[in-house]
């Protein structure tokens, strides 16, 4: 019998990339009973910018952190299922083994180190790397190239700069490592418009032109369908739509419930919060 990722493969266009990474029917548990995930599936493409979406506590969060295997400190498990990163099982390993081999997350929140200058901070993306100074300059360089704010603000203490800064300075510490891909969890929470638009067009400038590839768990579904070529849909732990991009933008469902758009126009957030018809996928 085909899995769930087999039988996505199958409707993806032959031009796709293969993937780097593969979630396979996983299921998570938390305390050994809150079941969280419900066999989600999914894949990331080489290069490409994958939006997971849904509202919160739909699971995203939960299943970034399955991904990077961070899931043991929050007394979580993958119980069934299998996630596989160019192609090896990889959800035994150890936080630290899976940044050694390219994956790496940008928590929610812009975790940054408040008591070190954006430097230090972005510089301390680089730990795994050992003695290669000449290269964790270059790199350096290259983060400021795609982030000039972080290079003109390098020497402030990071607890000091703002929301957008921050979240530069945490995707540019995720640089340092020189990953080959990228686990964006809510990068665009708190932040106004402008500073979204331009965090999520340096994100595509990295995907396109260093070839990272992104899964990116977002609630803001207007913002990741513009930037992300494919799209999965969480609700309640389970997948219940994915698509490209311009294919979820179309969908009615989504322009609904995620966009508050409906076919007589855009509707008020009263109106999307209390369903005027029953989502199809729930039929």
Request: hydrophobic fraction near 40%; proline fraction near 3%; charged fraction near 25%.
């Amino acid at each position: 019998m085909a899995t769930a990722v087999q039988a996505h493969a199958a409707g993806v266009a032959a031009d796709t990339p293969p993937p780097i990474l593969v979630v396979n029917n996983i299921e998570v548990i938390y305390d050994h009973v809150i079941l969280v995930l419900k066999g989600v599936s999914l894949e990331v493409p080489e290069g490409w910018i994958v939006a997971l979406l849904g509202a919160n506590g739909a699971g995203k969060t939960t299943t970034l952190k399955a991904v990077s295997n961070l899931l043991g400190a929050e007394r979580g498990d993958v119980t069934k299922g299998a996630i596989l990163f160019e192609g090896k099982e990889v959800h035994k390993l150890t936080p630290n083994d899976l940044v050694r081999r390219g994956c790496i997350q940008v928590m929610e929140g812009r975790h940054c180190f408040e008591h070190l200058t954006v430097e230090e901070n972005l510089l301390t993306g680089a730990y795994a790397r050992g003695h290669d100074r000449a290269g964790i300059r270059r790199d350096l360089e290259l983060v400021y190239s795609y982030f000039p704010r972080l290079k003109e603000r390098r020497s402030a203490l990071a607890g000091y700069i703002s929301g957008g800064e921050q979240q530069m300075c945490a995707i540019g510490r995720a640089l340092m490592s020189r990953p080959k891909m990228m686990l964006l969890d809510e990068p665009s929470m708190g932040l106004a418009p402008q500073l979204v638009e331009e965090i999520f067009e340096i994100v595509r400038r990295l995907s396109t032109e260093q070839g990272v590839s992104v899964l990116l768990a977002e609630q803001n579904t207007n913002v990741a369908l513009k930037y992300a070529q494919y799209g999965y849909i969480l609700e309640n732990g389970r997948v219940v739509l994915d698509g490209d991009a311009a294919t979820l933008r179309e969908n009615e469902d989504v322009k609904e419930f995620y966009l508050g758009i409906g076919g007589e126009g855009r509707k008020s957030f009263r109106d999307v919060k209390h369903y005027k018809r029953r989502k199809r996928w729930l039929a």
